[in-house]
């Protein structure tokens, strides 16, 4: 016997690598079954059903709490959201108006040529 | 962290005595380091130097600095998949695809997303074919000052990357390089039974939740290999001494819990066009009332294939070089899984410097 075969831990990790591709294959043929499907879809159906209808609840209730709701929150997160894309556009522009004075006043860092040759090209560039 | 000292191989370990005695070190290291795993702080992602040059809504566009003195003349665009995050290809120095291609000489550019806000549910398919992915294509031509782009996409946005080509004949994509790009979806046996249409009704479950939640998308991606998570659980702490092991251990799970949500339309659009009428393969899609025929593609193509790839099995994703129209066109079939092909220690010797050797002869 090889000291592969004898050592514990080798013996450990064919048993775990074995167990896994075992499971999943056994878990991937259920899961191939039309039985499966059929599950699956009422439960996403149902999930998604319950998930709508709470929702609903719970944004009654919030407001006769006199509270925000999730909807709300998330409506004002997006406008934060809105406003902070916008300041990313602003500065965006802001970087390319600064990069194109810079360009005019023949300052900043110079862009690499676009003259580099793949190493195969005869004389070519090479790597850097 | 200390480099362990436990790792000299098993073969060279000639006694019982001096295995106990590893064993033993190394549940110590566990327990130590065990602790440390739990305070630590996330590693810094994504870190290689970039500008945002766009930023719109569920759209990001980024361009990452030259790390040479001379560039290739052609860009890269980097179409990222809309359920996962670019930074898989940007991981940390020495095993960042995007800071290989800078050392390599080429002008990198990536589209990324962010999770559609739920104003952003009634996106589709046309908004990213024709409108997000032209838009950068302006921005790159304009912000290189050339012409011609290249583009490569990973996973879905190798989807998008083909729609977008093949509603763009004329230009001015140059050469297309897809990775794991899924084109036939009856080969993705597993999201055909999940989206059977007899059980599922993607209208109920879109106009009630609107967007897709994260959680739904990562639980059909853990439900492919169920057990997988539990294994690589325990290959943690077994291998917890090991600062390398875990180290890239937390970068991959911390990538594979950050899935984004996807946009209710444009879910419902897939599955419909997609995954119960395989219109891209049945080459009948449509985008915007556009026709998208792949087989009316002639750009140079190289396409990615992972041996092992369980989100897309070959079956789904070999097909892609028979259909398509271009002349020029090599399909690599590699080692590794869906992630392991574009990142990781396999990338690096693998997928990497072949798509090095083929792109770089035609960016010139």
């Known amino acids: 016997m090889s000291d592969k075969a004898k050592d514990p831990m ?87 108006v600064q990069a194109d004075v810079v360009a005019e006043q023949g300052g900043g860092a110079p862009k690499p040529p676009r003259t580099r040759q793949p190493p195969s090209a005869a004389g070519g560039g090479g790597q850097t | ?146 012409d011609d782009v290249n583009i490569i996409g990973y996973c879905f946005g190798g989807v998008l990357s083909l729609l977008y080509a093949s509603t763009h004949l004329d230009g001015p994509l140059k050469n297309l390089v897809t990775f794991t790009t899924p084109i036939d979806f009856r080969g993705m046996k597993l999201f055909q039974n999940f989206s059977d249409r007899r059980y599922f009704d993607v209208d109920k479950l879109v106009d009630s939740i609107g967007n897709v939640p994260p959680e739904m998308i990562f639980s059909s991606f853990e439900m492919l290999r169920p057990a997988s998570r539990a294994v690589s659980q325990v290959q943690l702490w077994e291998n917890m001494w090991n600062d390398q092991y875990v180290k890239s251990y937390q970068m991959f799970d911390r990538w594979a819990n950050d899935t984004l949500p996807l946009a209710g339309e444009y879910f419902r659009q897939t599955t419909k066009d997609l995954m119960w009428d395989n219109k891209l393969y049945n080459q009948t899609m449509t985008v915007g009332g556009r026709t998208a025929d792949i087989s009316k593609i002639t750009v140079p193509i190289l396409h990615a294939v992972a041996e092992h790839d369980h989100i897309v099995p070959s079956e789904a994703s070999k097909p892609l070089i028979e259909k398509i129209g271009s002349k020029d066109k090599e399909e690599i079939v590699l080692k590794g899984g869906h992630v392991s092909l574009v990142a990781g220690a396999n990338a690096v010797k693998r997928l990497w410097p072949r798509l090095d050797s083929w792109l770089s002869e035609r960016s010139i």
């Open chain 1, 10 to 96: 080798e013996v450990w990790h064919t048993f775990l690598g074995e167990m896994e591709k075992g499971f999943n294959s056994f878990a991937n043929q259920t899961m191939g079954s039309p039985e499966f499907s059929r599950v699956m879809g009422q439960m996403t159906g149902a999930s998604a059903g319950a998930s709508k209808a709470f929702g609903d609840a719970m944004e009654k209730y919030l407001t006769g709490m006199n509270l925000p709701s999730r909807a709300q929150m998330m409506s004002m997160g997006e406008r934060l959201q809105t406003i902070e894309s916008q300041l990313h556009e602003i500065k965006a522009l802001l970087n390319r």
């Open chain 2, 1 to 146: 962290m200390s480099a362990a000292p436990q790792s000299q191989p098993l073969g060279s370990i000639t006694s019982v005595s001096d295995r106990i005695q590893t064993e033993v070190q190394r549940a110590i290291q566990r327990s130590i380091k065990g602790v440390e795993y739990i305070a630590s702080s996330a590693q810094v992602l994504g870190s290689t130097p970039k500008d945002v040059l766009l930023s719109r809504g569920t759209m990001q566009l980024y361009h990452y600095r030259p790390m040479t003195d001379e560039i290739y003349r052609i860009p890269i665009l980097i179409v990222m998949a809309t359920t996962n995050r670019g930074y898989i290809l940007d991981m940390v120095p020495g095993m960042s695809f995007i800071e290989f291609l800078l050392k390599r000489g080429f002008d990198v550019y990536m589209l990324d997303w962010t999770a559609p806000r739920a104003e952003e549910k009634n996106l589709r398919m046309e908004d990213y074919v024709l409108d997000f992915i032209p838009q950068c294509v302006r921005e790159v031509q304009r912000d290189s000052g050339v």
